[in-house]
């Protein structure tokens, strides 16, 4: 119950203001007892406080404490998710994202070095960030408890996060964008590598100019590269592990590299290896999981599957173990089909693939794995 100078009214009467203790007191009679009592009652009826809606603040400079600030105190200068519109030679902006996930700081570390290279350089090209997740990089977390993942709010949705997401993308549609690239780390052991959604030429020559390694996927639905490929090229940037000086400069030099681009030529300017997504592999929430052989456990995996991230598994090899007899593990498309059956089958206690399949983003990071899943299978498309 929140008061304001208009809800505060004299005692009621037959009420006298006094005081005995060192504390303000009223000497009560019937009619001030049932005031007390239908206060307390109008207290303890009210709605509790809802938590406060993400608010989205923009901006048209980035703060100058930027170069000595960490990511854990980013809400000292973003307090709120945040829309930065910078002004370059070419009208048309590059956007760009960072911080989806609050432990994925590749981004904030670009912007920091693109806030130093301003200082000496022009902006070639306009440029249009978002500022996402603040709240969870604060506290170095990918997402808060309780409240939605910031890179699954861009498909609609009810809630202020979706209401916001709404606000974004209505001002990215306004700016008519050249580009988008959507920053984050991941915690398997991968390579750098692009998602795509489409096969457009200027989309894979965008995904050309980060890394020769692109998946080409529709899921999960509600990413923020997913929601803009159809205003401009985008892609998501995945670089690797958070915290690493080479990922952090390789995806600063993309980022100044479409900087500089002037026009999309029709085709990658390096050889690009794409890889299709067949499926998500989603973990039953209640299953128990052990990367150690003997263990009790619903799904046992390897110690050593994430080195089988962007190779080739052969068919019949086996992918996991069952020990309890269960089978926790699904595969499901972009669509919610699922295609367990045709990627796994089971031979007595293992779980072997059904052809050649190449995987990606596994993780041993058992976190990861039930916020977001084990990982992606794929086939490998021509270059």
């Known amino acids: 119950m929140h008061l304001k100078a208009a809800d505060i009214r004299p005692w009621p009467p037959g009420v006298k203001a006094g005081r005995r203790g060192g504390k303000w007191r009223g000497t009560q009679d019937a009619a001030s007892l049932a005031f ?75 912007l920091k070095r693109l806030h130093a290279w301003m200082g000496r350089h022009l902006l070639p090209r306009s440029l249009l960030i978002f500022v996402g997740n603040v709240e969870a990089a604060e506290a170095g977390l990918r997402m808060s408890p309780g409240k939605p993942d910031y890179n699954r709010l861009w498909q609609g949705g009810t809630g202020p996060e979706f ?7 209505a001002e990215v549609r306004a700016a008519k964008p050249f580009a988008a690239i959507d920053l984050h780390n991941n915690t398997g052991a991968n ?8 096969e457009r030429a200027a989309d894979r020559q965008l995904a050309s100019l980060f890394t020769r390694t692109a998946m080409l996927t529709l899921t999960p639905p509600g990413m923020l590269s997913l929601a803009v490929s159809s205003l401009c090229p985008s892609v998501t940037a995945e670089c690797g592990h958070a915290g690493v000086e080479a990922n952090e400069t390789r995806a600063f030099e993309f980022v100044l590299d479409v900087l500089h681009l002037d026009h999309w030529r029709g085709a990658p300017d390096r050889p690009l290896d794409v890889f299709e997504t067949i499926g998500r592999m989603e973990l039953d929430p209640a299953a128990t999981i052990s990367f150690a052989h003997g263990e009790a456990a619903d799904i046992e995996l390897p110690a050593a599957l994430e080195k089988w991230n962007f190779f080739e598994r052969p068919e019949g090899s086996t992918f996991a173990r069952l020990p309890n ?21 089971r031979e007595g206690d293992r779980l072997v693939l059904t052809r050649d399949f190449s995987p990606a983003m596994l993780t041993t990071n058992e976190q990861a794995i039930r916020d977001d899943c084990l990982g992606y299978i794929m086939e490998k498309r021509s270059g």
């Open 36 to 110: 007390s009592d239908l206060f307390a009652r109008s207290y303890e009826t009210s709605p509790p406080m809802s938590p406060p809606s993400p608010r989205l603040d923009r901006l048209d400079a980035l703060p100058l404490a930027l170069a000595r600030t960490d990511v854990r105190d980013v809400r000292k200068l973003f307090p709120e998710p945040a829309l930065i519109a910078l002004k370059g030679r070419r009208p048309d902006p590059l956007f760009v994202s960072i911080l989806l996930h609050g432990n994925e700081t590749v981004g904030f570390e670009v």
């Open 163 to 169: 209401e916001l997401a709404q606000s974004v993308l």
């Open 191 to 198: 390579p750098l590598y692009s998602l795509i959604h489409n």
């Open 325 to 345: 007899g269960r089978s926790p593990l699904k595969v499901v498309t972009e669509t919610g089909a699922n295609v367990t059956e045709a990627v796994f089958r």
